[in-house]
């Protein structure tokens, strides 16, 4: 009997495989990139990367550093809205997606238990004392809906509450809890929902009492604004939920993984949630993955018996290279200390950042915790400044923080951007990676374009001139 041809492997004689050559498409038609995107994808993204200079051309990736076609270095203050947590291409998650893809494992046959979901989920939850069991989704709004539906069934009630300015994803569902109107409008009806002001204790209490709500969806840090909800807040609205027998569903797709300098944000106050969802950092910024973590009570009730074992799935939830991955990102984790190097660090950030309040008048307040730091700028008291901002206000709030990340990137080399739309706050959320190097360059760089921004001229105010038109054409 003939032997099987080993993965790869070609019989003898045979010439080399045609076809397809990702090396030489790229080259002949990367170029074509903001074209392309404008024919094929959403038009409407070539056109703001242009309006805002961003219509950059990167080359390469690694660590928290792009370089352009020139060879010059951008340091990566973004990380992908979080999900290069531990930088671009780190060696570790590479080789385990090269190992798990030379292993040709019989991977999503759909009726079997393959080994590397179960592994990932045990060492996910070895980080997540009080959770059981783990659900692997592709994304972080799939990792919401399903704690959404998880709590919906194991309650038997229809409500979802959430807090104003909350992202927790665009899909129906976790659009249901999003707390900004421009992304649900025109998308009703939505899931029954109630939108809370983080810390409003009152107002929960009120409405678990109408006796309808399952669960209360929360991020411990917003990313939208990085706003904190009030010291104490996650562990009253806990005990009031488990008094309504209400589920506390922590949203920790961007917070998690050490983001804030524990692995999990809402570990910074006594609190267990009955559910968890991660995602983006746990791919390793390779392949999508998000995961919803819970109580077994909770999971033993979604499915209850073998006819509803498939009841909520994911056609490529668990598959080997996300599974692999975020082994990979986990044992770095741990190996490197990542968590502890993203505590001090972001503190050193944030202590110099916080530093050069008293010294501009445009910058009111720098908040956050561990890599995740919010830069909120204000209205200043001299009449020079004042009139200026004003002008940029009357515009389109959220003008003054964009005319700041553009000259980061212009002049500086440095990627960032604004926290929301229409919020004068500059998110920063760097790899975790990052240390007093990086501290060091975009402080300095921060401090050139606030002291340009005081000088009250140059290319700055030249470009805010261009977003006031470009913002009054728009209405």
């Known amino acids: 009997m003939t032997e099987p041809l080993k993965a790869c492997e070609q019989p003898p004689g045979a010439e080399p495989p045609k076809g397809f050559d990702l090396a030489k498409l790229l080259a002949e038609r990367g170029a074509e990139r903001y074209d392309l995107h404008l024919r094929h994808l959403n038009h409407q993204l070539p056109r703001m990367l242009h309006t ?176 904190e909800p009030p010291l104490g807040f996650l562990r009253a609205a806990q005990d009031a939920l488990r008094r309504h027998k209400a589920l506390l569903i922590a949203d920790e797709v961007q917070t998690g993984l050490g983001r804030t300098g524990d692995f999990y944000a809402y570990q910074h106050e006594d609190v267990e949630p009955d559910l968890v969802c991660v995602a983006k950092a746990l791919s390793g910024g390779y392949v999508p993955v998000g995961a919803t973590l819970g109580k077994d009570w909770i999971f033993k009730k979604v499915y209850s018996s073998m006819d509803r074992v498939l009841v909520h799935s994911a056609s490529f939830g668990s598959n080997a290279q996300a599974m692999a991955a975020g082994l990979a990102v986990l044992s770095v984790i741990e190996d490197e200390q990542v968590v502890a190097n993203a505590r001090a660090t972001g503190d050193l950030l944030r202590s110099r950042l916080a530093a050069l309040v008293d010294r501009y008048e445009f910058l009111h307040e720098v908040r956050g915790r561990g890599l995740m730091i919010g830069i909120e700028f204000g209205r200043p008291d001299s009449i020079k400044l004042r009139s200026r901002w004003t002008m940029l206000q009357a515009a389109r709030k959220g003008l003054f923080a964009q005319m700041v990340v553009v000259p980061l990137l212009q002049k500086h080399r440095i990627l960032t951007q604004v926290s929301g739309d229409h919020l004068e706050v500059i998110k920063l959320i760097p790899p975790l990676t990052i240390g007093e190097r990086e501290v060091d ?35």
């Open 52 to 227: 805002i200079g961003f219509d950059k051309v990167y080359e390469r990736a690694e660590g928290a550093y792009f370089w352009d076609a020139e060879g010059n270095d951008y340091l990566d203050m973004l990380a992908g809205f979080g999900v290069m947590g531990l930088g671009r291409h780190h060696p570790v998650v590479r080789k385990a997606l090269h190992d798990v893809l030379d292993a040709s494992l019989a991977d999503l046959t759909r009726f079997d238990c393959q080994p590397l979901p179960g592994l990932l989920a045990e060492k996910l939850l070895a980080h997540s004392p009080h959770l059981d069991r783990v659900f692997f989704g592709n994304s972080g709004t799939e990792a919401v809906e399903t704690a959404l539906k998880f709590a919906r069934y194991a309650t038997g009630r229809p409500r979802v509450l959430y807090c104003t300015h909350a992202f927790h994803g665009l899909t129906t569902g976790s659009l249901s809890v999003n707390g900004e109107a421009s992304f649900r409008d025109g998308f009703a009806p939505l899931l029954p929902d109630t939108a809370l002001e983080p810390g409003d204790l009152a107002g929960l209490e009120r409405e678990l009492g109408r006796g309808d709500v399952a669960a209360l969806v929360v991020e411990p840090i917003q990313g939208k604004g990085v706003i």
């Open 441 to 475: 360059r975009f402080v300095a760089a921060f401090t050139a374009v606030m002291d340009d921004a005081h000088a009250g001229g140059g290319l700055m105010w030249d470009f805010g001139k261009t977003l006031v038109k470009q913002a009054v054409a728009n209405r």
